[in-house]
């Protein structure tokens, strides 16, 4: 199975921010890579899918970037509402296997 | 409106059974791949099944093989996770997802999720 390590696993930071999460594959996943955002309680929502392509609906301060084995997610300004935690998913190959989630907690 | 609405989740000793459904609606359901993906308390994302449009393929996380069976049921728009032989480590939301491919395979719609406790 292909392991996702995402760093750091969690970080404070303040509104207005750039804030940077990266994902390393333990192997080659070409662009087959998504990011998800999770409030408490509630259902991870897609962020980004194919490592740089932007879901519909979802801010542009969020980017993402990467291809083979190292992605990052950019948070260009945090928002009040950015404040959850983020998980990169690899869909290279079955299982689809998450990173172990990033943090991001108000400094 | 995409609509996704889990059930079945509930508490059930270790060893025990349990059979997850999720209903569709404002899809063509017949159409996608959809998933199970799972949350212990206090924990991350983990994948644990998918199934093809018309139940042909499937695949599951090493974890559940031989244990849980996804399957569907196009005529009533539903998704289903059969889980046998149950284990504490199985406690967790479950999750039904709509898998996408563009660019590789996403989940761009979620339920809202179902408990499973596994626990005597």
């Known amino acids: 199975d292909i392991q996702m390590i995402q760093s750091p696993s969690s970080l404070s930071a303040s509104v207005g921010d750039r804030v940077t999460i990266t994902c390393r594959a333990s192997q080659s996943i070409s662009n087959y890579l998504n990011w998800y955002q999770q409030q408490p309680g509630e259902a991870p929502k897609l962020l980004i899918y194919?490592?740089?392509s932007l879901q519909s609906g979802v801010p542009s301060r969020f980017s993402g970037s990467g291809s083979g084995t190292d992605f990052t997610l950019t948070i260009s300004s945090l928002q009040p509402e950015d404040f959850a935690t983020y998980y990169c998913q690899q869909s290279n190959s079955p299982p689809r296997t998450f990173g172990q989630g990033t943090k991001v907690e108000i400094k | 409106e995409v609509q996704l609405v889990e059930s079945g989740g509930g508490l059930v000793q270790p060893g025990g059974s349990l059979r997850l459904s999720c209903a569709a609606s404002g899809l063509s359901f017949s159409n996608f791949w959809m998933s199970w993906v799972r949350q212990a308390p206090g924990k991350g994302l983990e994948w644990v099944a998918n199934i093809k449009q018309d139940g042909g393929e499937k695949y599951y996380v090493d974890s559940v093989k031989g244990r849980f069976t996804i399957s569907r049921d196009n005529a009533k728009n539903s998704l289903y996770l059969q889980m046998n032989s149950l284990r504490a480590e199985d406690t967790a939301v479950y999750y039904c997802a709509r898998d996408y491919r563009r660019t590789g395979w996403f989940a761009d719609y979620w339920g809202q999720g179902t408990l499973v406790t596994v626990s005597s």
């Open positions: 194919g490592a740089s």
